[in-house]
Each structure stands twice: as structure tokens, then as C-alpha cells.
Nanobody, 122 residues
């Protein structure tokens, strides 16, 4: 149905920037809400950001508001997460996910990538 593959993770110094990408294949990418979740060591997976199918709505967790930007290119079946002013607490595995609903709730996301690691150091 939908296959998702993340890329762009790596190590970066605090205050720096990084761009994550998620490439989708399968049925039409354009109908899905796309989101990023993250999971830090020893913690539960948490919502980071979503973008609606037509990019007319976005939502961000309070912890990343003003620093991260989610965007999508429907012509290329790709969603991005631009991360700026990175902090040590942003260190986590970042996951791309797709849902037919406009929601922050993890239980409504049916399709997932395998994750991409982001490490922020001082």
C-alpha cells in the first residue's frame, strides 16, 4: 500500500541544522497526512509534526515549534523535516508516518518508515 523510507539523519552539534527526508512509494501519496515522530532512548515515541495532504495545515509539538519546519513535495512523493537550532534533547530516532486522518494521535498512523537516527552533541 504505502512504503516509507527515511534519510538524512546523522550527528550534528547543538545549534546546528539538519534535514530529514521521507520518500514514499505505492498508492497515491497525495491523500495522506504525513507526520514525524521521534523516540529518545528510554522514552516513549512522541509526536513531532504533521502536514496535511495538500499542505494547507501543519502542526508542531511545543518542544519543536519555531525550530522545525515540515514540508512536502507531492510531485516527488517526499516529505521533509527541516530542523534548526538543534538541542541535546532533540537526540532521538526519527520516524516518518502516514495516516488517512489529520491527527497527532500515533494510533491512527498505519504506515511507518524504519527510522533515522539524529544525534545532537555539545
Amino acid at each position: 500500500q504505502v512504503q516509507l523510507v527515511e534519510s538524512g539523519g546523522g550527528s550534528v552539534q547543538a545549534g546546528g541544522s539538519l534535514r530529514l527526508s521521507c520518500a514514499a512509494s505505492g498508492r497515491s501519496f497525495t491523500i495522506y497526512t504525513m507526520a514525524w515522530f521521534r523516540q529518545a532512548p528510554g522514552k516513549e515515541r512522541e509526536f513531532v509534526a504533521y502536514i496535511s495532504s495538500k499542505s494547507d495545515s501543519t502542526s508542531y509539538a511545543d518542544s519543536v515549534e519555531g525550530r522545525f519546519t515540515i514540508s512536502r513535495d507531492n510531485a516527488k512523493n517526499t516529505v521533509f523535516l527541516d530542523m534548526n537550532s538543534l538541542k541535546l534533547e532533540d537526540t532521538a530516532d526519527y520516524y516518518c508516518a502516514a495516516s488517512v486522518f489529520l491527527t497527532r494521535n500515533i494510533r491512527w498512523y498505519d504506515y511507518w518508515g524504519r527510522g533515522s537516527q539524529v544525534i545532537v552533541s555539545s
